[in-house]
């Protein structure tokens, strides 16, 4: 019998389903971790970590669901575990304060971005990016998933392990906040 | 021009310039504060959802999917030293099973006594493969190999199956195999290993002791991490 060999054909097949599973999540989860870390390097080190600890779970990533929403809560656990927590410590680290990436906003990825938007306006991005950093963490979280990342009030509230009233108050309460950021008009 | 009126034109409108030259909809808005509201929220909203992020860096996510890949399977390392257990990804685990010679003279001591019973750690649900490394002093060329697993574990792929059988070559040395253990649930699982070549036997155990899922996540369909 061929036992070994099975094991390791087998394992090739695997490899198929976790890249098949997971390909059309990377980039999303990359945007995500690029929102809370705010840094490009720190966004591909936190995705390139959760994957590394899925590539041994692919019969379980088979059963999930929804796994895009799935993906994203494991990511901001991640992301908790691994930027947030270090406060607890005696160290500080660099990473204590969300410190917004202004330098996105005039890439050219903006710019153009700019051009098939005509509603995105670089001087109102900037101010909102300082009015995001002046949110708590329970609220600009809830912002950057539902408000930036156009992920539901009911996916927000499984991702954040919320509830969605709770998750509609703190929304309520940042953009409340956030329009005093905004430059005069209306539109 | 009326409340329905003025939220509908808001919300289909998408150049702002043409909001601000439309008279009717700006004296609707001067007076009505719930309209102005909806508007400034609405500006909002859009601000916030073409927030720009900066693209990956070229090819990332195959890259990375391969990265992730590799780095989680067991390294196929052939090392004359069977007692060597550097260099292994830290997160595959390994248990070295080791096997003197099993024909011939029997069974020999090995040169660092194994306890009895080898362990790793599993979180509770998880499939992982475990590395088993057989190590003989001769070619045995029609050895079996016998794995029998008690109720708290099984073979990804091998679904109520509890024992599996099989005849196979061992080279002189190192041969590594790959078992994908799946811990069944949250209590200690055991896995005998059996060796058997002509009239001698050799077997080692090997305990998967449940332990805390290091991310904290639960899913719906009780996947843990």
């Known amino acids: 019998m061929s036992g070994i060999v099975d094991f390791f054909r087998r394992g090739k097949r695997q490899q198929d389903v976790f890249t098949e599973l997971l390909r059309p999540h990377v980039e999303l989860m990359y945007r995500?971790?690029?929102?809370?870390?705010?840094?490009?390097?720190?966004?591909?080190?936190?995705?390139?970590?959760?994957?590394?600890?899925?590539?041994?779970?692919?019969?379980?990533?088979?059963?999930?669901?929804?796994?895009?929403?799935?993906?994203?809560?494991?990511?901001?656990?991640?992301?908790?575990?691994?930027?947030?927590?270090?406060?607890?410590?005696?160290?500080?680290?660099?990473?204590?304060?969300?410190?917004?990436?202004?330098?996105?906003?005039?890439?050219p990825v903006a710019r153009a971005q700019d051009q098939r938007d005509p509603l995105g306006q670089m001087e109102d991005q900037r101010a909102l990016l300082k009015g995001l950093a002046q949110l708590d963490e329970g609220q600009r979280d809830v912002v950057l998933l539902h408000d930036v990342e156009g992920y539901t009030a009911l996916e927000v509230a499984d991702i954040l392990e919320l509830n969605v009233g709770t998750v509609k108050s703190r929304l309520h309460r940042a953009r409340a906040h956030l329009k005093k950021f905004l430059m005069a008009g209306t539109f | 021009m009326n409340c329905v009126d003025a939220k509908s034109r808001l919300d289909t409108a998408s150049d702002p310039q043409a909001l601000a030259a439309d008279q009717a909809l700006v004296a609707h808005l001067r007076d009505c504060a719930n309209c102005r509201d909806y508007a400034e929220e609405l500006r909002l909203t859009r601000l916030l959802r073409a927030l720009p992020a900066p693209p990956p860096s070229e090819g990332f996510a195959d890259r990375a999917l391969a990265q992730a890949w590799d780095a989680a399977q067991p390294r196929t390392e052939r090392s004359s030293a069977p007692y060597a257990w550097g260099g292994l990804a830290a997160s595959v685990l390994l248990a070295a099973v080791l096997f003197t010679q099993i024909g011939g003279d029997g069974p020999l001591a090995p040169e660092a006594p194994l306890p009895d019973i080898q362990v790793v750690q599993m979180a509770p649900n998880e499939v992982r493969p475990v590395n088993v490394r057989l190590v003989s002093k001769e070619?045995?060329?029609?050895?079996?190999?016998?794995?029998?697993?008690?109720?708290?574990?099984?073979?990804?792929?091998?679904?109520?199956?509890?024992?599996?059988?099989?005849?196979?070559?061992?080279?002189?040395?190192?041969?590594?195999?790959?078992?994908?253990?799946?811990?069944?649930?949250?209590?200690?699982?055991?896995?005998?290993?059996?060796?058997?070549?002509?009239?001698?036997?050799?077997?080692?155990?090997l305990a998967v002791e449940p332990r805390e899922n290091n991310l904290g996540i639960e899913s719906g369909s009780s996947i843990a991490l």
Do not use: C, F
Not at chain 1, 48 to 53: G, H, M, N, S
Not at chain 1, 56 to 65: A, F, G, H, K, P
Not at chain 1, 80 to 101: C, F, I, K, M
């Open chain 2, 139 to 205: 070619a045995l060329p029609e050895a079996t190999i016998t794995i029998r697993l008690d109720r708290n574990l099984a073979l990804d792929g091998y679904p109520d199956t509890d024992t599996l059988s099989w005849q196979t070559a061992l080279a002189a040395g190192t041969n590594e195999l790959a078992l994908p253990l799946h811990l069944l649930g949250d209590e200690r699982g055991e896995v005998t290993i059996e060796i058997q070549s002509g009239s001698s036997r050799r077997h080692m155990k």
């Open chain 1, 32 to 107: 995500m971790a690029y929102r809370w870390t705010q840094s490009s390097s720190d966004a591909e080190d936190l995705v390139q970590d959760i994957l590394t600890r899925l590539a041994t779970r692919v019969d379980e990533l088979q059963r999930v669901d929804m796994l895009r929403p799935w993906l994203i809560k494991i990511l901001y656990n991640r992301y908790v575990d691994l930027y947030r927590r270090q406060r607890n410590g005696p160290v500080a680290y660099e990473h204590e304060v969300w410190t917004p990436d202004e330098d996105a906003l005039s890439s």
